[in-house]
């Protein structure tokens, strides 16, 4: 895969029933996106899940964002993705991560390991597996915020993709992952002009990943204060995280990512009903960027 596009939809599943997860794999496509990815936290197993999509569309590229490393090891990860490029045609890519301590301790039961290292191993690992068959290329991506993990996105893998970040963090993310390195951005958006309803769907949605280390340090690092960080966090903050108003505005927020570096804007909508339902309008809107 030489490119993954310039547009993906980013979205959680597990609230969807399966017609409607294969609707909005069709209609993204049909939308003319690029891509759609989705998480592996507590619900979907990646491979499966990313089988089903493929199965359900003909051109759309399908992304895991991101598998979680515990969950396997390296050999069965490269096996998944090899199995799942020859059959479908080279639209899979393996986005990988470390996650975090809550999620790999407390629901897996695994020791959370240094970030960066432990990383490393696995694509070791990764890289030395050998099947009965080959693939032409292998479309890796890293989950990377820090400067340490980008740079490790930049040498082994084909770059990175950085989840809950700015405009101004993808600008820093290109410079350290270089001209060539895939930059594949996630953002948050919702397709309202009321301010206080936008900023509550975002408090509710972010009340999770403020308890998160590796995001803080991350929005830390970008210039937010402790205090904005607190409690539902501050309405900078939360403007920040996921771009509000109405079209104009969306696509003003996608196109500062691109501006900044980005090859790839994957655009998470949340209904302005606080709902999990997709919201077409947004991605409407968002397809004309």
């Not at 993954?4 to 003319?32: H, K, N, Q, T, Y």
Request: a negative charge; one cysteine or more.
């Amino acid at each position: 895969m030489k490119s993954i596009g310039r547009l993906g939809v980013w979205m959680f599943p597990d609230a969807l029933s399966v017609r409607e997860i294969a609707e909005l794999a069709r209609d993204a496509e049909r939308l003319e996106y690029d891509a759609l990815w989705y998480p592996e936290g507590v619900g979907y197993e990646t491979f499966g899940f990313g089988g089903f999509i493929l199965s359900e569309t003909d051109r759309l590229i399908v992304a895991s964002g991101i598998a979680n490393i515990y969950a396997r090891d390296a050999v069965t990860a490269m096996a998944g993705h090899d199995t799942l490029n020859k059959l479908y045609g080279d639209r899979f890519v393996l986005g990988l991560g470390v996650s975090h301590i809550p999620l790999v301790e407390g629901f897996r039961g695994h020791s959370y390991g240094k970030p960066v290292a432990t990383m490393r191993a696995y694509l070791d690992a990764m890289e030395a597996a050998q099947f009965s068959f080959s693939v032409a290329e292998r479309n890796v991506v890293l989950a990377a915020l820090g400067p340490n993990m980008l740079a490790l996105a930049r040498d082994r893998s084909k770059g990175a993709h950085p989840y809950l970040v700015t405009p101004e963090h993808t600008a820093r993310a290109r410079e350290i992952l270089g001209p060539d390195a895939w930059l594949c951005v996630e953002q948050k958006v919702c397709l309202t002009s009321d301010t206080t309803q936008a900023r509550d769907i975002a408090a509710s949605v972010l009340e999770l990943y403020l308890m998160l280390p590796n995001y803080r340090n991350n929005w830390l690092s970008l210039g937010f204060g402790e205090e904005e960080l607190s409690g539902r966090g501050s309405d900078r903050f939360l403007d920040a995280m996921v771009a509000s108003g109405n079209a104009a505005e969306i696509c003003a927020r996608l196109r500062a990512h691109f501006d900044a570096g980005a090859d790839h804007v994957c655009v998470q909508p949340l209904n302005p009903d606080g709902s999990g339902s997709v919201d077409w309008n947004a991605l409407e809107a968002a397809a004309e960027v």
